[in-house]
């Protein structure tokens, strides 16, 4: 896939469990990444930052299971959250995945979007559209991204993409298709992102004033 020429740097800041041990980002906004076991969820990472083990990719879904910040360009914190759902993984530990996000969720002041992945071959379940109405409660928006696009024909790809929208309660417009493997989405997903964490300080920008108008797309519904 292509690069994403927007990225000037990144690095691993560090892995955390609990609220005490998540960095402080001196006032940096965050965006954090969520998804299912297996989801693809490190490969979009690494293919959104041009690092190719930046999050590592594993052959074994729920390898993850920890918290891992990085920061990106030196302008905004992304969080990489535990996969979710894999049947192999133990009840505890299944648990303590919830528990982690949940406690992230609703303690990181710093959270400005949470990118939601969803397997375009599979329906969102009850974990995803807890967690869509979890953030809309928490006042953060969600930008939902279907992955694996490539592994549908294009008249299967849109239902898919229409049915997950509609199940989570998007317009369809407001959800990005992504493919590892061609770089579909990598410009739509990083303008996403840098809606949500704004432009660096400094820059010529962040000295524009904001005009007025609707609220940025890719938030979450009022009503999921």
């Known amino acids: 896939m292509g690069e994403n020429l ?13 609220a005490s041990d998540y960095p402080d980002l001196a006032g940096m906004p965050e965006i954090a990444v969520a998804g299912r076991s297996n989801v693809g969820k490190s490969s979009l990472i690494n293919g959104l930052v041009n690092r190719r083990q930046l999050a590592r990719v594993s052959n074994t879904p729920g390898r993850t299971q920890l918290l891992n910040f990085f920061v990106v360009n030196e302008h905004f914190g992304l969080c990489d959250l535990p996969g979710y759902g894999f049947a192999a993984v133990p009840g505890k530990v299944k ?9 992230y969720l609703t303690s990181r002041t710093s959270l400005r979007a949470l990118l939601l ?3 375009v071959r599979r329906e969102p ?13 928490q006042g953060h928006s969600v930008v939902p991204v279907v992955t694996k696009v490539d592994k549908l024909n294009r008249a299967r790809r849109g239902l898919a ?4 929208a509609k199940t989570l309660g998007f317009l369809p417009r407001k959800v990005i298709a ?4 061609s770089g579909e989405g990598m410009e739509p997903l990083w303008q996403a992102v840098m809606r949500q964490v704004g432009p660096p300080p400094g820059s010529v920008e962040a000295e524009l004033p904001s005009p007025a108008g609707p609220a ?5 519904p009022s009503e999921p």
Do not use: K, Y
């Open 117 to 119: 992945l969803i397997d």
């Open 6 to 18: 927007n990225v000037r740097s990144v690095r691993f800041v560090t892995s955390a469990v609990q």
């Open 161 to 164: 993409v229409e049915n997950i």
């Open 178 to 181: 992504w493919s590892t493997l």
């Open 95 to 103: 648990a303590g995945w919830g528990r982690m996000i949940e406690t």
């Open 216 to 220: 940025p797309e890719g938030g979450p």
């Open 125 to 137: 379940g009850q974990w995803e559209t807890d967690l869509v109405h979890w953030c809309s409660v």
